[in-house]
C-alpha cells in the first residue's frame, strides 16, 4: 500500500502542534524565498542586522547571530561628541547608530517570536516598509534604515524578503529601545 502525504495535510499538521515557524520554511516558496535572499544581499540589510565581531583579521560578520542586529549582550559605552559637521556615528558593531535622530539599534530580523519579527505576517512587514513605522504603527523607523528605498520595492519584493527573514534561523535576541535625542547637535 502506497500513502502519499500532500504538503497541505503536513502544513496542518505543523500548524496543530504549534510549530508555525517550521510551516512557514515547509510551506514557503523556494524561489520566493532565494528572490528575498538576493534582495537582502542587494540591499545590504546584513550591513547593519548582522553584528560585527573581531577577527584574527579585524572585524568580521558574527554569522552566529545571523540577522539579529544590535546585541543586547552590549553594554552601551558614552556616546560621542557631535557637532554640526559630525553629526552621525556608529558603533564597532555596525548595529548602533547616534545623530540628530537619537540612538537607534538594527533591529532582530530573525522570526524569534520573542525579540524579532516571528510574530509579523507578511501584511505587517509591508506596511512597515511603507510607512516608516513599527508594525506599521508605532514607533518611528528611524535613519539610517532606508525604510524608503525599501518600502517603494513591489509587494512581491517585499513578500519575498519576508519570505526569506522567515526561513532563517530564529535567534533570541532583545534589541534595545530606540531613544529619541537627548540634546541638539552643537554648531562648530
Known sequence: MHITIKPVVIAATLSCLGLAPALSVAAGNQAEIKRGAQLVEFGGCKDCHVPFKMGPKG???DAARGLS?????LVDAAQPTLD??????????????VGPWGTSYSANLTPDKETGIGSWRVGDFI?????????????PIVPPMPW????????????AIYAYLMSRPAVSNR?????????????K
Open 175 to 187: 534589541v534595545p529601545d530606540y531613544a529619541p535625542p537627548t540634546a541638539p547637535i552643537a554648531a
Open 59 to 61: 572585524p568580521e560578520k
Open 69 to 73: 542586529g544590535h546585541p543586547a549582550d
Open 127 to 139: 506596511q512597515a516598509m511603507r510607512t516608516g513605522k513599527h508594525l506599521g504603527a508605532g514607533r
Open 148 to 159: 524608503q528605498a525599501v518600502g517603494s520595492l513591489p509587494n512581491k519584493d517585499l513578500q
Open 84 to 97: 554640526a559637521y559630525w553629526n552621525w556615528a556608529g558603533s564597532a558593531t555596525m548595529t548602533a547608530f
